[in-house]
C-alpha cells in the first residue's frame, strides 16, 4: 500500500514554481529553506526575471535563480571556501575562470542544459552573449548569500555585496 498522496499529474502540485502563472508570485520572492522543498527547476528558472534570488536556502547548501541580461554578467568574484555549481536553462555565453584575478586561464562558451563547477578559490565570471536573458540556477556548498536575498538587479546585487 502506498502511503503517498497521489497526483493527477506528477508535475502540478501547489507549489507556485511549478505553476504555469509562476508570474504572478514573482513579487513574493519566498527563500523556501531550510524546509523540505520540490520544484520544477526548468520552469523556476525560466520564469524568474530577477537578476538573483535565493529559492532555497539551508545550513550547508543555497540555490539562487539568475536572470542576466544581453551583454550583462554575474561579475567578476570569488568565493574562498564556497564550490559552486551553475546550470543553463536559456541562452548563452561565456564562463571564465582562474586561480588569478587577472589571468582567466579557462574559458568555454555555455548553451542551454550547460553545466559550470567553480571549485572553492576559483575567479570565475559568466558573460551573456546572446540576445536574450540568460537564464541560470546556481547552487552553492555552504550558502554564499544571507537567507531570502533578492536583487532585482545587477546593480542592487553591488550595491547589497558592499554591505555584508
Do not use: C
Request: net charge negative; hydrophobic share 30%.
Amino acid at each position: 500500500m502506498n502511503n503517498y498522496r497521489s497526483y493527477s499529474n506528477p508535475y502540478d502540485d501547489n507549489n507556485p514554481m511549478n505553476n504555469r502563472d509562476y508570474s504572478r508570485y514573482q513579487n513574493r520572492s519566498n527563500d523556501y529553506g531550510p524546509n523540505p522543498f520540490v520544484v520544477n527547476m526548468e520552469n523556476a528558472t525560466l520564469q524568474n526575471d530577477y537578476f538573483r534570488t535565493a529559492l532555497w536556502t539551508g545550513t550547508h547548501l543555497q540555490l539562487t535563480l539568475m536572470s542576466i541580461k544581453p551583454g550583462e554578467d554575474i561579475g567578476l568574484e570569488i568565493h574562498p571556501n564556497t564550490d559552486q555549481f551553475l546550470r543553463i536553462e536559456q541562452g548563452q555565453g561565456v564562463v571564465m575562470m582562474g586561480k588569478d584575478k587577472d589571468n582567466l586561464t579557462f574559458q568555454k562558451r555555455v548553451y542551454d542544459n550547460y553545466a559550470i563547477f567553480v571549485p572553492a578559490g576559483t575567479w570565475h565570471n559568466v558573460i551573456n552573449t546572446g540576445r536574450k536573458p540568460l537564464k541560470l540556477y546556481s547552487i552553492y556548498a555552504p550558502p554564499q548569500h544571507p537567507f531570502g536575498t533578492v536583487h532585482v538587479t545587477k546593480q542592487d546585487a553591488e550595491e547589497q555585496e558592499e554591505r555584508y
